[in-house]
């Protein structure tokens, strides 16, 4: 029987007296996965968020489960071999947000089809018995015919091999509810606001403060994990106002278009691009997704947006490679995620020179700090950050149990389009239909989501704003940013029934996400 994971509760969790194990600051991909790592040790960890979860960069990647090509050719051989081993344990734990996608790369000389057979092998060799497929050569012909849209001209033949994609933000939110099945305590809207330290200057306690409420809460701890991605350094600073920023952010942008332009089920990979950049076209939710982008940036935000620039790159590479090849008009959806990358001593270095593999920090005061990596090792990630946890709050010492834990929803049963997303879910979403018929309603026409979906992110997975549902749960805002305003006003209706909210709330929401969908739009 399903237990519906509502704020109340919650909260009235949050207020029972007790000394947490640990409390997590942060809900994107690495704060989640630190709290399944925890509470499925039997750790008593509280995570805060204080958006939605993966509100920043954890739903705005580029969607793909990768070992990292291109660090191969840096010749960083041990970060490629943990993402391709981390890349195999997210298939076998959450098959149903994840999949195997093929790539294709096109080549225009012989050397480089040798150059990158021989990368691609050893690539494919690296990933041991989590191996996903086997890359090859493919003849000019044979190019053409998978990517029907690829420019011909010059064309020398291809390279095919196998990574995978995955679906981001869904994967937080169902993350989220693991925690929470294995007692974690997890809110969003939730901020951190200052910390409490003991007589010896060390971290014992955190204040909190409810963003809906204003609320705020005194919380005692044995320790505190700062995952905040690109906002370490605002942490970092409330525990030390003389810190010096460890990350400088990278702007990935990315440009949404209709799968037309590439026709087939394989993305395509463009390795060397005018600036030595990889950009791929990857088939996602009946679209293509085009990025992404690297720029190093001196700021960083909750929603940045792509820069004139960047947009026009993209375009540009694309029309060396495709035909037709996508315009400005053709542009369903923008959206960029900064990654949190470890500040370069020299302000010139490149983005690409830069560490992706992650950091944990210590600090004088106990906090600890974890930044740097991606989504596809996020789980490692969550491992090394438990595992000095319990070593700097002399927390009972369990072993990880993560590498065999199946996330919320697993299954290996396939369900159509859209409906895969939501994995063991998917059934007890029906059976909502069946009880009322007026939630099959589509939200918006010429997609497939419709009113029983709200109802369901309502009721479990604590959707709190209209953005946090067609933005994260449903992913129609990155798909279709026009169609996504359409839906607004049925989600609001739907939701401000769901949770007790007034008709005033309602449009005030329908206003608010108006305005955020315009910055995903040209």
Not at 36 to 47: M, N
Not at 497 to 506: F, I, M, P, S, V
Request: overall charge neutral; proline content about 3%.
């Amino acid at each position: 029987m399903l237990t519906e994971i509502n704020r109340s509760d919650q909260l009235n969790k949050l207020r029972e007296s007790i000394i947490w194990d640990m409390v997590v600051i942060g809900g994107g991909a690495t704060g989640l996965g630190t709290a399944v790592d925890a509470a499925s040790r039997g750790i008593k960890v509280l995570l805060i968020e204080k958006y939605d979860f993966a509100k920043g960069t954890s739903s705005k990647s580029t969607k793909l489960v990768h070992g990292g090509v291109r660090y191969l050719a840096n010749g960083d051989i041990k970060l490629v071999m943990g993402a391709l081993r981390e890349r195999g344990l997210i298939f076998k734990n959450a098959p149903h947000v994840s999949s195997v996608q093929s790539f294709i790369i096109p080549v225009y000389t012989l050397f480089d089809k040798i150059k990158y057979l021989v990368g691609l092998k050893m690539y494919d060799w690296l990933a041991g018995s989590l191996r996903i497929g086997n890359s090859q050569s493919l003849s000019k012909a044979e190019v053409i015919e998978k990517l029907p849209h690829i420019n011909p001209k010059g064309l020398k033949g291809g390279i095919l091999y196998y990574d995978g994609q995955f679906d981001d933000a869904r994967l937080a939110v169902n993350l989220g509810q693991t925690a929470v099945e294995y007692g974690a305590t997890v809110l969003n809207y939730m901020e951190a606001i200052g910390f409490h330290k003991n007589e010896a200057g060390k971290v014992n306690g955190i204040s909190i403060r409810d963003t809906e409420t204003q609320e705020t809460y005194e919380i005692k701890a044995k320790t505190v994990i700062n995952a905040t991605g690109v906002f370490v350094d605002d942490i970092l600073k409330l525990d030390s106002p003389t810190h010096k920023n460890l990350v400088r952010p990278s702007q990935g942008s990315h440009i949404v278009i209709d799968q037309k332009f590439l026709d087939g089920i394989d993305a395509l990979m463009i390795p060397e691009t005018s600036d030595g950049r990889v950009l791929f076209g990857v088939p996602w939710h009946g679209k293509v997704l085009l990025g992404t982008t690297d720029i190093p940036i001196n700021e960083h935000m909750i929603e940045p947006r792509p820069m004139e620039d960047e947009i026009e790159f993209i375009l540009k590479t694309a029309d060396s490679y495709l035909n037709p090849a996508p315009k400005r008009e053709d542009i369903l959806a923008i959206y960029a995620g900064l990654r949190p990358l470890a500040a370069p001593k020299d302000n010139d270095e490149s983005t690409k020179e830069i560490s992706r593999d992650h950091k944990l920090i210590h600090s004088e005061s106990d906090l600890i700090t974890i930044t740097g990596g991606k989504w596809t090792t996020y789980r490692k990630m969550a491992e090394d950050t438990v595992n000095m946890a319990i070593r700097i709050g002399g927390l009972k010492d369990v072993p990880c149990k993560t590498k065999t834990l199946a996330i919320h929803g697993s299954t290996p049963d396939v369900y159509h389009a859209h409906w895969n997303l939501y994995g063991k879910d998917y059934q007890a979403i029906q059976q909502l239909i069946q009880e009322d018929e007026s939630l099959r309603e589509l939200l918006v026409e010429g997609y497939e989501y419709n009113a029983a979906e709200v109802v369901w992110a309502c009721r479990y997975e604590m959707v709190r704003k209209v953005e946090d549902f067609l933005a994260r749960r449903c992913r129609i805002l990155l798909l279709d940013a026009k169609a996504s305003m359409a839906a607004a006003p049925k989600v609001a209706q739907i939701m401000a029934k769901e949770l007790g909210k007034t008709d005033e709330w309602a449009q005030n929401e329908v206003n608010q996400y108006i305005e955020l969908a315009k910055r995903y739009t040209l």
